[in-house]
């Protein structure tokens, strides 16, 4: 059984302390898929969701300094009650708040897996490297950011762009699935955030295919968005790529998926 039918059996319960322009979003994006989110902000009910939960998502579009604080502690309570933990570090070149955050975290060795675009993890990993905004640097050689972030932080790495890439267990695959369109929407890469944690549900190792499944899975939904009628104009196209997260299969991706494995 693959992950996807796995998950569509079980519906784990994704906690998600993510940003307030993408909360909809990302619950629609996952109950579609399959999955059972939860919209958590507070630190004090992390501990019961931990009983249930199967990963949690951090998203740290909307940060202030009291979520800093309480997205840390929220994470260390999943992460010491083995709830895998997803973190996606949004625009965290674009300010000092967002960048000690994030250091701050990854020197807890809280983090199970990282998924940003190519500026965000080499903002992670480069002290001077900063950021106007949430966009990438397509500049940037994301298969070398890839490799360095993970060598240098130790855990999974997902850069997502024109072509994503996944550098996991001192393994690195591209994926040249995908749809213009996500880029035309607001939260494409923050659901997919929470998708990579629905996929990486209560598992204690994360494996390279689990990531390739969940990036397969979503790239391959928006192609098949992007063909609905009228999906060529971005409202069209989000409700429609609602609609294939919960239609595509196992099969689809097997079929579909365009994986490379690079050295």
Same mark, same amino acid.
């Given at each position: ?73 929220? %994470?260390?309570?999943? +992460? #010491?009650?083995? $709830? ?6 949004? &625009?965290?070149?674009?300010? *000092? ?100 944690? %629905?996929?990486?549900? +209560? #598992?204690?190792? $994360? ?6 499944? &969940?990036?397969?899975?979503? *790239? ?44």
């Amino acid at each position: 059984m693959s992950k996807l039918e796995s998950l569509r059996v079980s519906k784990p319960l994704v906690v998600c302390y993510t940003n307030d322009v993408v909360k909809n979003f990302t619950a629609n994006g996952l109950i579609s898929l399959g999955a059972s989110p939860a919209m958590s902000e507070e630190p004090d009910e992390a501990l019961e969701f931990a009983e249930h939960a199967g990963a949690f998502l951090i998203n740290i579009g909307t940060i202030t300094t009291d979520r800093a604080y309480d997205m840390k502690e929220y %994470a260390t309570i999943m +992460h #010491e009650n083995g $709830v895998p933990v997803i973190l996606d570090p949004v &625009a965290v070149g674009a300010s *000092n708040l967002r960048k000690t955050f994030c250091s701050t975290l990854l020197n807890d060795e809280v983090v199970d897996v990282i998924r940003g675009n190519a500026s965000e993890v080499l903002a992670l990993i480069e002290d001077d490297t900063m950021m106007k905004g949430t966009d990438s640097d397509q500049s940037i050689d994301a298969v070398k950011v890839a490799k360095q972030a993970h060598q240098q932080l130790k855990i999974p790495i997902i850069i997502t762009g024109e072509v994503d890439v996944i550098a996991c267990s001192n393994r690195i695959i591209e994926l040249h699935n995908g749809s213009e369109m996500l880029t035309k929407v607001t939260g494409g890469g923050c659901l997919l955030g929470g998708v990579v944690a %629905a996929f990486l549900s +209560h #598992e204690k190792v $994360v494996k390279i295919e689990e990531l390739e499944e &969940a990036l397969s899975t979503y *790239n391959i939904a928006s192609e098949f968005a992007s063909k609905q009628p009228g999906a060529h104009l971005p409202g069209t196209f989000q409700m429609a790529f609602i609609d294939q997260l919960n239609a595509i299969t196992s099969d689809d991706v097997k079929d579909n998926k365009k994986v490379k494995e690079v050295k």
